[in-house]
């Protein structure tokens, strides 16, 4: 984030001149109310303080930047964060994370990296969520080892979930459509955020749902029609052979993200207060977001084919991906310091089908 300067304005006084008093009054409120708008408290180094005092490399992104500048996953994050970069290579692929030169393949369980660790609050887990009902995503550059151990040579993100209120209730519907150049179909999203304090002051409630629809705009141009009966590699001379083997699906890189979670406040007195949480996010996405114009061999039937945004696949490769995390998460004050308690359980199922045919030996990787 950026820090408060004075800069702009002890030039701008210079330049004007006689200044009234009721401008320069005016220009002592403004100073005051951006330098308290620009403090962001973070907990990246195991204590409550401001982002200007952290002594590490870090970069905060609260809930109302993330809200006015759009930002709703990962890849928008690293827009903002020096040093950082994810490759956005669609929900079937995942997203790459790099820091500084070094990465993980992939933001999901699976990737056999181990420099960048995710955590959500203080539970390490391995995923890409949507940033719904978010306080802040705080990323530390640079290894963390000492702080967060291994798998953080690159460094860490950290999500942090915004905890129940205990003395109001809010809510929160929002939705929104849009559409993808080279898409055939509309997406949108949607979700809902509400917040009741069950007893005043002591325990509460929080909930929200997220569902993102992307439509997609990669075409799996030429896949088979029926697997183990259509042949894969017909006579691209005769068209009849072709359309009655091979199908064009439209859109075939879409993706459908279900995101929610609910949590459980409890304060006791001053000194001790625990949170429950569960979160969920589910990913049914249809293909990987991969086009194959002008990158097939010249041999392949397809070569002279292949549009701009299309894929050559022989089959549809749809992939159902599941992310659960329950933690507890204990706090005391104990007067000279405060003692956190972190423990959690997640799971991971993923569930899938990948085109795997001769085309891998006949793409032209020279």
């Given amino acids: 984030m950026f820090k408060p300067s004075l800069l702009t304005l002890a030039v701008s006084s210079a330049l004007s001149g006689v200044l009234f008093s009721d401008n320069a009054t005016a220009q002592e409120q403004i100073i005051e109310k951006n330098k308290s708008l620009e403090v962001i408290e973070v907990t990246a180094t195991r204590r409550s303080g401001s982002i200007q005092a952290a002594p590490l490399n870090i970069t905060a ?14 890849a928008d994050v690293a827009r903002w964060v020096p040093g950082l970069t994810i490759t956005d290579q669609g ?22 990296g181990g420099t960048v660790a995710t955590y959500i609050n203080e539970i390490p887990v391995s995923v890409d969520m949507r940033l719904v009902d978010v306080e802040r995503v705080e990323v530390l550059i640079g290894p963390q080892g000492t702080l967060y151990g291994a798998g953080t040579l690159g460094g860490a ?10 003395d109001f209730i809010s809510g929160e519907v929002f939705g929104d459509v849009f559409q993808t150049q080279e898409s055939d179909s509309v997406g949108g999203e949607t979700g809902f955020i509400f917040n009741l304090p069950l007893i005043e002051d002591k325990l509460a409630v929080r909930t929200s749902l997220n569902i993102y629809e992307d439509p997609g705009f990669i075409d799996y141009a030429y896949t088979v029609r029926e697997p183990g009966v259509s042949i894969t590699d017909p006579d691209w001379t005769n068209l009849d052979a072709v359309n009655s083997n091979l199908k064009n699906v439209k859109d075939a890189n879409g993706e459908t993200t279900t995101t929610g979670r609910i949590s459980l ?5 001053e000194s001790f207060e625990g949170t429950l949480n569960y979160f969920y996010q589910k990913q049914d996405t249809e293909g990987r977001s991969i086009v194959h114009h002008n990158s097939l061999n010249e041999n392949n039937g397809l070569n002279d084919r292949i549009g701009k945004y299309e894929s ?19 706090k005391a004050d104990l007067g000279f310091a405060e003692l956190v308690s972190a423990t959690g359980i997640s799971h991971f199922e993923a569930d899938g089908q990948r085109d795997q045919t001769d085309l891998l030996i006949r793409l032209d990787y020279g």
């Avoid at 809200?67 to 996953?73: F, G, R």
């Avoid at 993100?157 to 129940?164: A, F, Q, S, V």
């Avoid at 406040?265 to 007195?269: G, Q, V």
């Fill in 91 to 112: 929900g079937r692929s995942g997203s790459p994370i790099i820091v500084r030169g070094l990465n993980t393949n992939s933001s999901g369980p699976s990737s056999d």
């Fill in 157 to 166: 993100i950290r999500y942090m979930l915004k905890e129940p209120e205990l």
């Fill in 265 to 269: 406040r409890y304060k006791a007195n």
């Fill in 61 to 74: 992104l609260d809930a109302d930047v993330m809200k006015d500048q759009n930002i709703s996953e990962l």
């Fill in 312 to 330: 050559a696949y022989r089959f549809e490769e749809p992939r159902e991906k599941e992310d659960q995390l329950l933690s507890l998460e204990l």
